[in-house]
């Protein structure tokens, strides 16, 4: 049984799920979240899209790792924010709710509109018909709905839990996890400004370990065009870091209008004002330790990774703030594509082999050699000569280094 926490970013958008380019860093899957803690009880915060993934990654870790039948079941508790698209989207394609071994607890609370029995309503209305072509009684899995509210506490599967209503539209809870190895609080979808409810936030992340906030817009927007839309700010998340004197502050809930830059903007603002600021991002990995967190990143390389032998100057920043310039040696590079000169047309969609000679003696640099796939074809400078655009891909075996 592992004994330390971890929690794992499977969607960090806002309000809908994004597929432009420029918002691949962090990611365009809207929330969802795990946290695995000592003694190995499971929590997915919230069913965005990102939960599609989760379930692929739990499949896949079953299949490959776990061979009992008995262990290959998952058993989780799923809590709900609340029920706007962004945080439900995701239910109708998380594929271990339609495996019968496993078993879900699920929470969240009343809805004035719906009455109730409002998540069990939220999950199967996104399965009737005609909007979802599988029936839910496909949907094998165990289910149980657990209604809270906010101010209430209870444990369950290694964790202490608190809700905390924030201010969102329709209602928002907040949720506080306090585990063996560290406490996090989950506090998206707030709007500042109302004392009750930013009462309520300072409580409940006093002292936090972790506090992941929504950080949706800039402060500029939140005091104008965005007002009372029912969320918030770095800016804001700083505040609320430093008054709750909580030890890491996560940005989340990034606006589907937001570029990766702009993310990037926001997460070095607030680190000037609190530098354990970090930003979100799909497949961010939190792992609790005795002296505090570990963060580690996605592979976020997209393109070829290729082995090399280069000499280079890098100038930067050290963690401790002082400013560097150092020679360093480059292992690899990752290549995204090329545009190139060619005097035959080649076919587009098909695959090129390019190998590039790199500078320096045989001896100590090694040539690239890249699979590519033709994206486009045009006239060349010359009359005889094509302007061929590729982007390389991944090669068919695995590789190994060159040195
Ligand atoms: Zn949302
Ligand atoms: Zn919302």
Redesign the pocket.
Same mark, same amino acid.
């Given at each position: 049984m592992p004994n330390a926490a971890k929690l794992k970013f499977w969607g960090v958008r806002? %309000?809908t799920p994004t597929v432009e380019r420029d918002t691949w860093r962090y990611g365009g899957n809207? %929330?969802c979240l795990e946290l695995t803690v000592p003694g190995g009880g499971r929590f997915i915060l919230d069913c965005g899209s990102g939960l599609r993934m989760l379930g692929k990654h739990l499949r896949t870790t079953a299949e490959g790792l776990l061979e009992s039948p008995r262990i290959n079941s998952i058993d989780a508790q799923v809590l709900v924010t609340h029920y *706007?698209w =962004? *945080?439900i989207q995701g239910m109708p394609f998380f594929q271990p709710f339609f495996q019968p071994q496993n078993r879900f607890n699920f929470f969240s609370f009343r809805s004035k509109q719906l009455g109730r029995d409002s998540l069990r309503q939220v999950l199967e209305a996104q399965l009737a018909s005609p909007y979802f072509p599988v029936d839910v009684g496909k949907m094998t899995a165990e289910r149980h709905f657990h209604e809270i509210n906010g101010g209430d506490t209870w444990d369950a599967k290694g964790a202490h839990i608190t809700a905390a209503w924030l201010n969102h539209p329709q209602g928002c809870l907040g949720y506080r996890l306090d585990t063996a190895a560290g406490s996090m609080v989950y506090a998206? =979808?707030n709007e500042p400004g109302v004392p009750e409810f930013d009462n309520n936030l300072l409580r409940l992340a006093e002292g936090a370990d972790v506090l992941i906030y929504d950080s949706q817009y800039s402060p500029e927007q939140l005091a104008t065009t965005r007002k009372g839309w029912g969320h918030s700010s770095w800016l804001e998340g700083v505040k609320i870091a430093r008054q709750a004197k909580v030890k890491n502050l996560i940005l989340f *809930?990034h606006d589907p209008e937001s570029s990766s830059r702009t993310v990037d903007g926001f997460l070095y603002a607030a680190r000037q004002e609190f530098p354990e600021t970090w930003a979100a991002m799909e497949g961010m990995c939190l792992t609790f330790v005795e002296r505090g967190l570990e963060v580690s990143l996605p592979e976020a390389r997209m393109g070829r990774r290729r082995w090399v032998r280069l000499a280079a100057t890098v100038s930067g920043q050290s963690e401790d703030g002082t400013a560097f310039e150092e020679r360093a040696a480059v292992r690899d590079l990752s290549l995204l594509g090329a545009f190139l000169s060619l005097s035959r047309r080649p076919m587009l969609q098909s695959e090129l082999r390019v190998v590039i000679q790199t500078a320096g003696d045989a001896e100590s640099s090694a040539p690239l050699s890249l699979r590519a796939t033709v994206v486009r074809c045009e006239p060349g400078r010359d009359a005889n000569e094509h302007g061929v655009g590729v982007v390389f891909i991944e090669e068919a075996e695995p590789e190994t280094p060159e040195g």
């Open positions: 806002g %309000s809207t %929330s *706007h =962004d *945080h998206t =979808d *809930h």
